[in-house]
């Protein structure tokens, strides 16, 4: 009973945003009104009642304050959820977990409502609305042509709020070590971005990133409304395209490849400019460390591979970003650039952001770890080495936690090769796109509308885990099996 009432709130703050689609679509008179209304009914109607009941409270509180002056009354509390939360006992880690790969798998469900009013196959239709939630990018639709701009936009607000992650619309009303397991079951590392003040520092930046990008691709020439469109696939890492084909100029390029390198980075770093602790943020390994294999790889694609230097600015970026935009048929790449991009969509980009894959504070850790151990080897029996970033102390079980991360993300990924490979895909093709859907990456060097629809479920199920960061699903199969 009480994960049904965490998954009502869940679905309840997930189907707010959608509130954006449903408003342009009233406003342009496009008829799709109807079916997203519909789907915001049912994501947040299992809510309702506690809402309603709350509300119904203050309100005969309010009419007592009138009748009886003496009676105390708080005027700001009258539609205010923070009962929910008080009404609600702290869930066990284990809990949380399960709750949030139950979110993940139902909130799509019900969002991809709009797509099946639209003629979508179930399976393509579940399929674009799982990789819209987990800001991935790829997409199963073989043209967008006949779809309302609201259901587009509609498609873009997804992956915003995808991008972000469901539970962080839930801070706004938990605190403590709840909000602390919340944070750590979507791979996001609570002593970075703080706990009491989560939401508001996390969405502040996230809402000024987003402005910043419309604002930006305003003036590089984009038309308000893809603006708007691509700046929320651009700054969650998302990568849908709200058009079939167009003709970037250099400028749009570079100013798309900007938003995915800004949502893939820390906000942590951001939260530091504010403080104006400048120095602190960009001497930061983990930045320094993304800065410099982002630019070694642009390197190496644009003297091997021989690509124009706009468009592997923008693909590397895209890849290690996991920003999912690609320009040019990455089909036809020389062999070499499509191993770099499968490097960087499995690497990913900072610890605390927008972006998939195994995160780069992952890797420095393992390889602070690795030189300990090595220079331990060459020391005195007995001397104590330990590991390091930011000269901050990174404990064992950080290490731990880390290694067994790395080491179950490589074994999927092997797995999620060879079923491709037995599917009767080539190896390298096999690789770049379980990289890119377990990544969350977006990027396609295959076609996904042509695909069978068992491969879409496989690669829908890869997308999934790639955003939960597996091991929440356990909890979930753990908290089944116990009943």
């Not at 935009?325 to 990455?330: H, K, V």
């Not at 020391?379 to 930011?390: A, C, E």
């Amino acid at each position: 009973m009480l994960l049904l009432k965490r998954l009502a709130v869940l679905m309840f703050y997930a189907s707010l945003p959608l509130l954006i689609p449903l408003g342009y679509s009233l406003y342009v008179e496009d008829g799709a009104w109807a079916t997203i209304s519909f789907t915001i009914l049912l994501m947040a109607l299992p809510a309702v009642p506690e809402i309603l009941k709350h509300i119904f409270q203050n309100i005969k509180n309010f009419i007592l304050s009138i009748l009886k002056p003496d009676t105390p009354f708080n005027y700001a509390k009258l539609v205010d959820m923070e009962k929910m939360r008080d009404q609600v006992s702290e869930l066990t880690l284990g809990e949380i977990l399960a709750l949030v790969s139950v979110a993940w798998l139902i909130i799509p469900a019900f969002s991809s409502i709009p797509y099946l009013a639209y003629g979508f196959a179930p399976v393509d239709a579940y399929f674009e609305s799982v990789s819209g939630w987990t800001s991935t990018g790829l997409s199963a639709f073989p043209t967008l042509d006949g779809i309302p701009q609201s259901i587009i936009l509609y498609r873009s607000v997804t992956q915003w709020i995808g991008g972000l992650g469901i539970v962080i619309l839930m801070l706004t009303m938990i605190k403590g070590r709840e909000a602390r397991h919340f944070l750590k079951a979507e791979g996001r590392a609570p002593e970075d971005v703080g706990i009491s003040k989560t939401a508001g520092n996390i969405w502040s930046t996230y809402l000024l990133l987003s402005l910043i990008g419309i604002g930006l691709l305003y003036a590089v020439g984009l038309d308000p409304l893809n603006a708007i469109n691509l700046s929320f696939s651009g700054v969650s890492n998302g990568g849908f395209f709200p058009f079939d084909s167009y003709d970037f100029t250099d400028q749009q390029k570079f100013a798309l490849a900007g938003l995915m390198f800004g949502g893939a980075t820390s906000f942590l770093f951001y939260r530091k400019l504010a403080r104006g602790q400048f120095r602190k943020a960009f001497l930061d390994e983990e930045l320094k460390l993304y800065v410099f294999i982002t630019l070694a790889a642009i390197g190496l694609i644009y003297l091997v591979g021989h690509e124009g230097i706009y468009n592997t600015f923008l693909n590397s970026i895209s890849a290690i970003a996991c920003g999912g935009f690609a320009i040019g048929d990455l089909s036809i790449m020389h062999a070499f650039p499509t191993y770099i991009l499968i490097l960087l969509m499995l690497m990913g980009g900072m610890m605390g952001s927008t972006t998939g894959g195994i995160k780069l504070w992952r890797i420095l850790v393992v390889l602070k770890s690795i030189l300990r151990d090595i220079k331990s080897a060459f020391l005195p029996t007995g001397s104590v080495q330990i590991v390091k970033i930011n000269n901050e102390p990174i404990s064992k079980e950080s290490i731990v936690e880390s290694s067994t991360f790395i080491f179950a993300y490589i074994i999927l990924f092997l797995f999620g090769c060879g079923v491709m490979m037995a599917i009767d895909y080539e190896i390298e093709d096999s690789m770049f796109m379980i990289a890119s859907a377990m990544g969350n990456v977006g990027l396609a060097i295959l076609p996904i509308p042509e695909m069978a629809a068992t491969t879409k479920v496989f690669l829908i199920g890869l997308m999934y885990l790639g955003r939960i960061e597996i091991f929440p699903s356990l909890a979930l199969i753990r908290l089944l099996v116990r009943g």
